[in-house]
Nanobody, 123 residues
Framework: QVQLVESGGGSVQAGGSLRLSCTAS????????LGWFRQVPGKERERVAM???????TYADLVQGRFTISKDSNKDILSLQMDSLKPEDTGMYYC?????????????????WGQGTQVTVGS
């Protein structure tokens, strides 16, 4: 069973930085995709960044160039470095995992979730 625990959220002024971490257990790195999602009240949860089973990186357009996702496979830690933060980056951030189809070379539905960590960016 995959288990995910986030940490590192908090409050920061616009233009500042935060680093989120997610400790993962119960999975094999090459068989899973790992990602960061965020959600604000009244809106659907959106994917922010993702690493697939081939270690390919994908970013949402809104965070491209500002956020960096990374994975320390030795420590099973997924990180999200967030720079040049904007008030619209405010939300609950979730670490998530999905199995990776080695035949189709793509991620299946994300169905393992952490408890979330709040990020608040002041103007």
């Amino acid at each position: 069973q995959v288990q995910l625990v986030e940490s590192g959220g908090g409050s920061v002024q616009a233009g500042g930085s935060l680093r989120l971490s997610c400790t993962a257990s119960g999975y094999t790195s090459s068989e899973y995709c790992l990602g960061w999602f965020r959600q604000v009240p009244g809106k659907e949860r959106e994917r922010v960044a993702m690493i697939d089973g081939d270690d390919g990186f994908t970013y949402a357009d809104l965070v491209q160039g500002r956020f960096t996702i990374s994975k320390d496979s030795n420590k099973d830690i997924l990180s999200l470095q967030m720079d040049s933060l904007k008030p619209e980056d405010t939300g609950m951030y979730y670490c998530a995992a999905a199995t990776f189809s080695t035949f189709r070379r793509r991620c299946r539905e994300f169905n393992y979730w952490g408890q979330g960590t709040q990020v608040t960016v002041g103007s």
